[in-house]
Nanobody
Framework: QVQLVESGGGLVQAGGSLRLSCAAS????????MGWFRQAPGKEREFVAA????????AYADSVKGRFTISRDNAKNTVYLQMNSLKPEDTAIYYC?????????????????WGQGTQVTVSS
């Protein structure tokens, strides 16, 4: 089992920045690629960004490309999501996810472990 705990969410004005962190514990050696997803009220959970096991490749949703950056520190078992130029439509609960495969995936079904989420609210 892998446990994931997100942190770093909060309230920010439009145009501001936040950095989310996701700390993994447990059988982290079995954790491959990592991803961030988000879910706004009344909407389905959607893909935000993903990073492969050794950071060789990353993937982003079109809506965040150029504004968000995903990174990871395997020595610390932590993945990050730097969010810049935030918009009100970025408001959502952000979830960290891990999968055993080393390659990235943009599908919720492709991930084996999920965190509890952290709220991000962007005011206009």
């Amino acid at each position: 089992q892998v446990q994931l705990v997100e942190s770093g969410g909060g309230l920010v004005q439009a145009g501001g920045s936040l950095r989310l962190s996701c700390a993994a514990s447990g059988r982290t050696f079995s954790s491959g690629a990592m991803g961030w997803f988000r879910q706004a009220p009344g909407k389905e959970r959607e893909f935000v960004a993903a990073i492969s096991r050794f950071s060789a490749s990353t993937a982003y949703a079109d809506s965040v490309k150029g504004r968000f950056t995903i990174s990871r520190d395997n020595a610390k078992n932590t993945v990050y999501l730097q969010m810049n130029s935030l918009k009100p439509e970025d408001t959502a609960i952000y979830y960290c996810a891990a999968r055993t495969s080393y390659s990235t995936s943009s599908y919720t079904g492709g991930y084996d472990y999920w965190g509890q989420g952290t709220q991000v609210t962007v005011s206009s």
